[in-house]
Each structure stands twice: as C-alpha cells, then as structure tokens.
C-alpha cells in the first residue's frame, strides 16, 4: 500500500492514496490518507478543505466498483458516519478497494472496542412495529383504552 509517515498528531500513516481519475490515474486533488485512529480527505488545488473522520464514528462501510473501475482496479468505498460536519461520505475510485476496506474495516472496529462505542439496530417485524412493541412471547400487546366509553370492538 503505503510507506508508514508520521502524521500532525505524531502516529503513524497507515496508508494514503489520491482519488483516481480517468484510466484509474491519480491527477486529481482530492487526497486520502489514515492513521490508526482517523480518516482524512482534503480537496482542493486553489481553496483547500481538509476534513477528519474519527473512527470509531465509522458504522458501515460498503464497496461499489462500476465496469470502468473494474478494468482500471479502483473502487468507491462509501461510509456512512455519525459525523457531524461529513455525514456519509465516499472514498471515490482509489487502488486496490478491497484491501482498503477491508483495513479500514478492521480499524473502525478497533477503535470501537477501545472507546467501548456501540451502535444500535431497531429491528422491524414486517408489520412496522419496532422490536420493542413486542412482549415477551413476541406477540404485539393488545392496545388498551383509557375511554371506557369506547366499545369492545374498538379496543382491538
């Protein structure tokens, strides 16, 4: 991938990468790099904008690679954070996508454990009731009325 450089912070890159252009060149001035505890993307030639990823902000990473980048070995590596200021975000067509994500993957989970930072999924039944309208049978409790002028058809 990358030699291992020091960073503003002091620890060590992990790897870094241009976002690729045409025929999978990187003549673009859009730059990735990542250490063991951030991401970084900075753009731009004139008006530079360097923004930074936390890790363990990182909840799931998914890989597109469309025929062109295919035959050029690039990919889109696209993230969906907690981040404020970023949100979801790509990392857009750079070399071997794969392995990429597959380290960034391991770093997020990493970082995750030592922050002791979990995310929680709301599972749905089918109907759109939420996991936690259920009891403990996994039937949906009957609605029950305060009106005790409401009849009993309306009650269920």
């Keep these: 991938m990358a030699k291992e450089k020091k960073t503003v912070a002091g620890t060590a890159q992990v790897w870094r990468d241009r976002k690729r252009t045409l025929f999978g060149l990187p003549f673009s001035f859009t730059v990735y790099s990542l ?9 731009g030639f004139f008006n530079q904008r360097e923004d930074e990823v936390r890790l363990y902000r ?14 050029f070995g690039v ?7 907690a981040d404020k200021t970023l949100g979801d975000f790509d990392i857009i067509s750079v070399k ?28 749905h039944d089918g109907e759109g009731h939420d996991a936690s309208d259920h009891d ?15 009849d009993q058809t309306e009650r269920l």
Excluded at 58 to 71: A, C, E, F, V
Excluded at 100 to 123: A, F, I, N
Excluded at 136 to 150: H, K, L, R, V
């Design 35 to 43: 250490d063991a505890q951030r991401l970084f993307i900075k753009r």
């Design 96 to 123: 071997h996508p794969r392995q990429v994500k597959e380290l960034l993957s391991g770093l997020v989970e990493e970082q995750r454990d030592k922050k002791r930072v979990t995310t929680r999924e709301y599972l």
């Design 136 to 150: 403990q049978d996994g039937d949906i409790p009957p609605m029950e009325a305060d009106d005790p002028e409401m």
């Design 58 to 71: 990182i909840m799931d990473m998914s890989l597109t690679r469309t025929l062109g980048q295919r035959l």
């Design 75 to 81: 990919g889109t590596i696209h993230c969906c954070s």
